[in-house]
DNA sequence: TTATTTTGCGTAATCAGTTACGTAATTGGT
DNA sequence: ACCAATTACGTAACTGATTACGCAAAATAA
């Protein structure tokens, strides 16, 4: 198919779907050939009866790997042939056990032919192709038991919008978007208190001109987060507090948060700091859990001036 | 998959196509991951349309490898969306020319970050296979283009069946035989001849002792197919007759009639034969073919004892 | 012991594709 | 110039799978 060289790897699953379908339009003349009178679509169950033990419709369903509905219709079929005996498991009546009948067995030595003829016929095909179509899809099968595509997308989506956040220190022009972002989580959570008001409306005033630090982070040169440090005079166990992170709620699941955080904490130790605090609230737990990757601990009886704050962290950065 | 490792590859299709539901599981959510508002299934089709031409129905179906019915269903779902428009042809009012509204080319450029991101996880997870799924694909399409997995395994179990047949020569024991598979082919085609009677009923008499052989093919120890080399004494041009070749029904298929023939013809040059003849009928169509295969030519002018006889041949064994 | 949860499995609805078929328009042969 | 064959495409029926749901039996918890 020349489509599929055109539309790239997005389209594997169409792929694997068409080459799935010119395969199995062959199989009913296949098994006809053979004179077997069986479905193709039965023939998972049939084999796994064939090895001789009788099964349950959801053991069946789970060895062969389909849904019980599927498997319930193909026995009640195979049993319509007279293929397969169904009876009610003495011990626990809502067992229906299967078993291969005289037909059956007799079916299973005839199909044996066919059966090594059509594998012989796959092997060979395999030995005339450079890759290896059957090992390849074992190997896929295990990719994918590991994550699955949606899990690797959303990372690889991640990677690349991560990629495009740029992280700078902060500038007049971001004085708006610095008070904005943090207003609007604060909202949403808490009340705004009155140290909010003064280091959000004058944050040169009270944070720059003291020492302290901004960073933004702009996507497509649009801040969309913010970070402070704050120098904490009150108390000489730290150098820093980091606070007012916001990110805004239109550019979530791009790890803004987890970038700034990095960045600030590389700020303060390229300063010289050696210990950072910061509160939080037991509600945020998404925070929270970034702050514990970013490496800060709990640390307890401590107070803040802000009434929000009820969790207390700091980090080492030695 | 576990089963698959057991039953081996006879069950590729079925390990295709759980392949295949295990990837298009997620592409849906995919899909909502981006905000694209398109169901999976109209991807192909959407894709041929937003690089920028118009197409019909039959056109877009034939690009993207399905029936056209599934292409007209896609394309009246996406147009109930407002994503394309369809129109009649004014010169040819059959057709439906389809094309992407604005809406549409919005999404398509929307999905372009989704393409590229799926595009970069199916090949990172390609690069840490060791055999290349994609590739693979591509091959096995190539090579059932080539020649579909029936046409192949028709020939595996030729090949499997004819190693089964041995080719011994004549024995009293198989004179019954003889007998049978000769006059059942001719009293389905002809009818029987008084040459016919001679020959069969006294095939010593009339074959063996004026110097002729007979050969046998045996399938699991069964005679099903016979043919005899009987001398020409009247024409000096020609050292035997192939003759009375015949194989039983049941066992067609399996490349007897070619097995026979080789093996006789073997034998007329290892007596050091130079010339044989055979008469046939022109609507034995398979047997004539047969002979081309086993380098007879056809001549012209001669005539023989059988009133069936309308076709005669003859080889050089030099 | 009794109430709740889990399990086994059958039925119904759904889904994404297919083949079969019918109709209308176009093309081609005589 | 006309009749037959071919083509475009929509509708209907079928297929092989799935999920959703519900009931009864068994296992577990209170």
Request: net charge neutral.
């Given at each position: 198919?020349e ?9 594997i699953?169409s792929r694997?779907r ?7 339009k062959?199989a009913?003349?296949?098994?006809r050939l053979?004179?077997v009178?069986?479905?193709?679509k039965?023939f ?7 090895q001789?033990?009788e099964?349950?419709i959801t ?14 219709k193909?026995?009640?079929e195979m049993?319509?042939k007279g ?25 299973s030595?005839?199909i044996?032919?066919?059966?090594q003829?059509?594998?012989a016929?796959v ?8 890759n290896?179509?059957w090992?390849?899809?074992g190997?896929?099968?295990k ?6 595509l949606?899990e690797r997308?959303i990372e690889?989506?991640k990677?690349r919008?991560?990629?495009?956040v740029k992280?700078?220190?902060f ?7 610095f008070?904005?972002l943090?207003v609007?989580?604060?909202n ?10 003064k ?7 009270y944070i720059?001109s ?5 960073m ?5 040169d649009v ?7 704050i ?5 000489p ?9 916001a ?21 303060a130790?390229?300063v010289?700091a050696s210990?950072?605090y910061l509160g939080?609230?037991?509600?945020l737990?998404?925070a929270i859990?970034l702050?514990?990757?970013?490496g800060f601990r709990m ?15 700091e980090?080492?950065?030695?």
């Amino acid at each position: 198919m020349e489509f599929f060289e055109k539309t790239g790897k997005f389209a594997i699953g169409s792929r694997l779907r068409m080459l799935n379908e010119k395969i199995s339009k062959d199989a009913p003349e296949i098994y006809r050939l053979f004179n077997v009178e069986l479905q193709p679509k039965w023939f998972p169950a049939f084999h796994v009866l064939s090895q001789g033990e009788e099964k349950t419709i959801t053991q069946l369903a789970k060895e062969i790997g389909h849904s019980h509905p599927s498997v319930s219709k193909i026995i009640t079929e195979m049993s319509k042939k007279g293929l397969v005996t169904e009876k009610k498991d003495e011990e626990d009546k809502r067992r229906n056990i299967v078993t291969l009948t005289e037909k059956g067995r007799e079916i299973s030595e005839k199909i044996a032919f066919q059966y090594q003829d059509v594998n012989a016929t796959v092997e060979e095909m395999l030995a005339q192709t450079e890759n290896d179509l059957w090992k390849a899809l074992g190997e896929w099968e295990k990719l994918l038991e590991q994550k699955s595509l949606l899990e690797r997308v959303i990372e690889k989506k991640k990677e690349r919008e991560s990629k495009m956040v740029k992280i700078v220190e902060f500038k007049p022009e971001y004085k708006q978007a610095f008070r904005d972002l943090n207003v609007e989580w604060i909202n949403t959570y808490f009340k705004m208190e009155a140290a909010d008001y003064k280091a959000l409306d004058h944050p040169e005033e009270y944070i720059l001109s003291k020492g302290g630090y901004i960073m933004v982070a702009l996507l497509e040169d649009v801040p969309v987060g913010v970070c402070a440090l704050i120098r904490m005079d009150d108390d000489p166990d730290y150098d820093f507090e980091l606070a007012k992170m916001a990110v805004s709620p239109k550019a979530q699941g791009k790890s803004i948060g987890k970038l700034l955080g990095q960045a600030i904490i590389e700020k303060a130790r390229s300063v010289g700091a050696s210990k950072l605090y910061l509160g939080s609230n037991s509600i945020l737990k998404p925070a929270i859990s970034l702050y514990h990757k970013l490496g800060f601990r709990m640390i307890e009886g401590r107070t803040s001036p802000y009434v929000r704050a009820n969790v207390h962290m700091e980090m080492n950065l030695n």
